[in-house]
């Protein structure tokens, strides 16, 4: 089953005696940027430090171009939250989202002027998520002339994730990027994968991967959703 759309926060603990160990669905607050958190979280969402940090160690979590957390971080935010789907029962999601054209647009406007761009679409898809989604990027990889970003998107299932899928694709498809002093249109085509109650695995990346590339193939400006094989 595939849908399509055709056409048409980057966010950006405390530690207790025995006696007032919170449950793990409490709610409590990372000690660094005071956000609320789950006792059971190894990491705060909002910035990335550990909840516990005698227990665990802070990680390097922002990938430097687009000042969205990095991949390390997100897949350890993701292993954290598919426990707790898988413990309470909870939908889980993904997306993967490239820029199209990214190359030719590089050819057209050299590397520079694309990392400016990939900045820029960033901080859109920044506004078009929700608080509790996290938004990742991975290094960019000239050889392949792509950059991915990755979405991680809590308690949240397949009409849901693609119904955020398509807004983001539509809020960045909206606006106007200046690329050497030029006005350009930018498309995005993302891949989305969600838990599914049959699977003992899983994964939520490899399948939006999946389903971005299979995107890729029918066109571009779309969402693919990753079939249940």
Known sequence: MAKNSGTGTRRSAKSTSVADTPSSRDPTTCRFCRATVRASDNYC????MPIDPVRDQPLFVVEGLSSL??????ESLLEQEL????????????????????????????YDQTNLL??????????????????????RVTALGTHR?????????????????????TLVASQVFSLGGTDNRITLSLGIASTLSEQETPNLIGRATQALIEGHARGQNRVEVATSD
């Open 45 to 48: 969402s909002h910035c990335g």
């Open 69 to 74: 957390f990095n991949t390390v971080f997100f």
């Open 83 to 110: 426990n707790r789907a898988t413990r309470y029962g909870h939908p889980l999601s993904v997306l993967v989202v490239e820029i199209d054209n990214l190359s030719e647009l590089e050819a057209a406007y050299g």
């Open 118 to 139: 990939i900045r820029a679409v960033a901080d859109a898809m920044v506004g078009a998520v929700r608080d509790p989604d996290t938004i990742a990027a991975a290094n």
């Open 149 to 169: 970003f990755f979405v991680l998107l809590p308690e949240t299932g397949e009409d849901g994730a693609f119904t955020i899928a398509d807004r983001i694709r």
